[in-house]
């Protein structure tokens, strides 16, 4: 990103210092019985720890509108549904976890007001979250990304951004390129991709994080 301003430089900063795990979703039908036995493998993996954050807390006070629909008229683009859940290290859903969502639009840029393609949402009871919204276009040489940041009540705050396939075709983006070349393409971050359809694409993702 390089539009921010202090609160976004703060939070980006945290960024992967906390538990900082993306556990990619399986395909739908068989999601409900594997993802526990997915998140537990998934947790076997060397979290990323570091230095607590002090007086960054995003969950009481995220900086953003609360909405889960972040589409606005005029600003068209590729239509995204993304959704997925949120567990803690033990693999058990999490409910009422803030998840602030931000990426810039289908031509590569942001909002420097911070309020367009921005917003925050709560998983519900069964950690569930869904972010309707439009596919980012990368920037400079930047893959497409979505910065996400995650924080239960008193927990510690996860920072990260979330990736795509080489499979998305939107804007006339290489996105296998767009990550290659990206030192911050994370593949363990990617969403995994449904298929186009006429309203855009459906991607998941489910991410595991300390409870606090
Ligand atoms: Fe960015």
């Known amino acids: 990103m390089h539009v921010m301003t202090r609160r976004w430089v703060l ?25 526990a036995a997915a998140c537990r493998e998934h947790a076997k993996l060397t979290p990323r720890r570091g230095l607590p954050q002090p007086g960054v807390d995003l969950y009481r006070d ?9 589409r606005e008229a005029g600003y068209p683009g590729v239509g995204l549904m993304l959704s997925g859940r949120v567990f803690d290290t033990g693999c058990r859903p999490m409910a ?28 519900d009871e069964e950690g569930r979250y869904l972010l309707r919204t ?13 910065h996400v940041a995650v924080q239960a009540e ?8 979330l990736f795509f396939p080489p499979t998305l075709r939107a804007y ?17 971050l990617t969403v995994r991709l ?6 855009g694409y459906s991607a998941m993702f489910d991410f595991v994080i300390a409870r606090g």
């Open 134 to 146: 439009i596919v980012p276009k990368g920037y400079l040489r930047r893959a497409p990304h979505i």
């Open 172 to 188: 006339g983006m290489n996105v296998a390129a767009l990550n290659a070349h990206d030192p911050g393409f994370s593949k363990v």
């Open 11 to 35: 939070v980006l900063g945290a960024a992967g210092l906390i538990v900082a795990l993306g556990l990619a979703s399986g395909p739908l039908a068989s999601r409900s019985a594997s993802v």
């Open 96 to 123: 009422r976890v803030m998840l602030d969502f931000f990426h810039a639009d289908s031509h590569g840029r942001y909002d420097r007001r911070q309020i367009r393609f921005h917003g925050h949402q709560y998983t």
């Open 154 to 161: 008193g927990g510690p705050l996860l920072t990260t951004q």
């Open 62 to 70: 995220p900086g953003s509108a609360q909405r889960s629909d972040l």
């Open 194 to 199: 449904g298929s186009r359809r006429s309203s």
